[in-house]
């Protein structure tokens, strides 16, 4: 079984990987944070995001050229969820934003 599953992996195509990977951590979850900055200095923050998504075109497939998820919106910067900070829906341009997103190590 272990045998066939190296097979079958070693003969997908790299994309074919990749979206099996997204897929799995998709269902797993990730703690992901996002860190949105401006020049050099970190302006928003968002927790506990389990993905960021690419935008499809209304008609046709290709992608749109932002990206988009839902997290805790860490107003205050203290890389904590308060009491008072809520879950949101956020967008973000792939072009003209300067961002990282990571697991967080807590």
């Not at 070693?10 to 994309?15: L, V």
């Not at 075109?57 to 107003?75: H, I």
Request: charged share 20%.
């Amino acid at each position: 079984m272990v045998a066939a599953l190296c097979i079958f992996a070693s003969a997908c195509t790299q994309e074919t990987q990749n979206k099996f990977g997204r897929a799995v951590q998709n269902w797993t979850g990730t703690d992901g944070v996002l860190e949105i900055y401006a020049g050099e200095k970190l302006v928003k923050r968002f927790l506990k995001i389990d993905k960021l998504s690419t935008a499809n075109a209304t008609s046709g497939s290709q992608p749109r050229p932002y990206r988009f998820g839902y997290g805790v919106l860490d107003a205050n910067l203290n890389n904590r969820v308060d009491s008072n900070e809520k879950k949101v829906y956020f967008e973000f341009s792939d072009y003209s934003t300067s961002y990282v997103f990571f697991e967080s190590p807590n």
